[in-house]
């Protein structure tokens, strides 16, 4: 029996079995399968007919309407505008090319540099005040127990204004005479009458502080819906090592909201660079240009002129705007890609 066994021939490495009980040769034909597999799949997967099986067709007709309305409503004007932008037009008329001359003439013009300052001016201000009101807010409200509902409610009630009531209505505060909403309260203090509007200091700041009213209420509620998600243990754990109120949203809330302050932020600047409504309903742009912006430039070209405005101008300063907001939402993203996720 030993002998028997002794003269039994060995097996090379090649078709030792494996722990399944699997050899070498069984394993290299198994992977040479799986390998082709893919492959097949891959092949089956561009026909036309497996995607039709695999439910594309009727993805694609479920998503055909909404891709009309978006590309009649949103791709096709911009792109008739950057063809407008190099050709002169008043959309009575035929159009004839230009080129860059539509470019050039809105360079040129001496008010651009005006409202491009005003402009900048504006979103510093909303930057500086109106940026951190919001969040102070949401701080407040999220440390309140009872009534946190009807707060929130009067926080957000300016959203629900419509924006032109709410302009036409600060204009009558910002009556400049004595008898002023806001010129009788400040003169209880023994202050004023201020010229809000009328005077080119005030002007700017005054639509400011009015926008910000108008905006602060649903940046409000975004920021109190990311506060209540944050867990109570950090609070706990801080308080535990004895941290104050100011530390605890120092190294507690702020890191928690990080994410969402880049994306406000982003967007409160977007907003401010193509601010139109509070500039052209409170002063027209004046008093001496000092209200004057981008976009109200935009619309002086298209419709200030009575007898048919310069489309090609407008449409080209506004793919400038475009072209500089799409630049700085890049680099703004590519500057805070690693702050938002640390």
């Not at 926080?155 to 009558?172: G, I, N, T």
């Amino acid at each position: 029996m030993l002998h028997h066994v002794g003269a039994s021939p060995r097996r090379s490495c090649a078709d030792a079995p494996d722990d399944t009980g699997a050899s070498a040769q069984d394993r290299g034909s198994v992977a040479a399968t799986s390998k082709r597999r893919p492959a097949s799949r891959a092949r089956r997967r561009r026909s036309p007919a497996t995607w039709i099986r695999g439910g594309g067709l009727s993805t694609l007709v479920f998503l055909l309407p909404m891709l009309v309305v978006f590309g009649v409503f949103s791709w096709y004007p911009i792109v008739r505008a950057v063809v407008m932008s190099v050709q002169q037009t008043n959309l009575a008329t035929a159009a004839h090319w230009v080129g860059l001359e539509n470019f050039r003439h809105v360079l040129a013009d001496p008010l651009l540099g005006t409202a491009v300052r005003n402009t900048l001016y504006f979103a510093l201000l909303a930057l500086v005040f109106g940026y951190p009101v919001p969040l102070v807010l949401a701080v407040l409200m999220s440390e309140v127990r009872r009534w946190r509902g009807l707060y929130s409610a009067l926080a957000y009630l300016p959203v629900v204004v419509p924006p032109v009531v709410a302009v036409l209505l600060w204009k009558f505060f910002y009556d400049g005479s004595p008898t002023g909403v806001f010129n009788t309260i400040a003169g209880w203090f023994g202050l004023g009458p201020y010229p809000w509007l009328q005077n080119e200091s005030s002007a700017m700041p005054s639509l400011v502080l009015e926008a910000t009213w108008a905006a602060a209420g649903g940046t409000v509620i975004i920021y109190l819906a990311a506060l209540l998600s944050v867990p109570a243990d950090l609070y706990d754990a801080a308080a535990v090592d004895g941290a104050s109120t100011w530390r605890k949203v120092w190294h507690v809330t702020m890191p928690q909201l990080r994410g969402v302050l880049l994306i406000t932020l982003i967007l409160q600047l977007i907003g401010t660079a193509q601010v139109f409504l509070e500039p052209y309903l409170f002063t027209g742009g004046g008093p001496s240009n000092s209200t004057m912006t981008v976009l109200l430039l935009i619309y002086d070209y298209a419709f200030g002129n009575s007898l048919g405005g310069d489309y090609g101008a407008a449409t080209a300063l506004s793919v400038m705007l475009a072209a500089v907001l799409a630049v700085l939402s890049a680099v703004y993203f590519r500057l805070t890609r690693s702050w938002s996720t640390s």
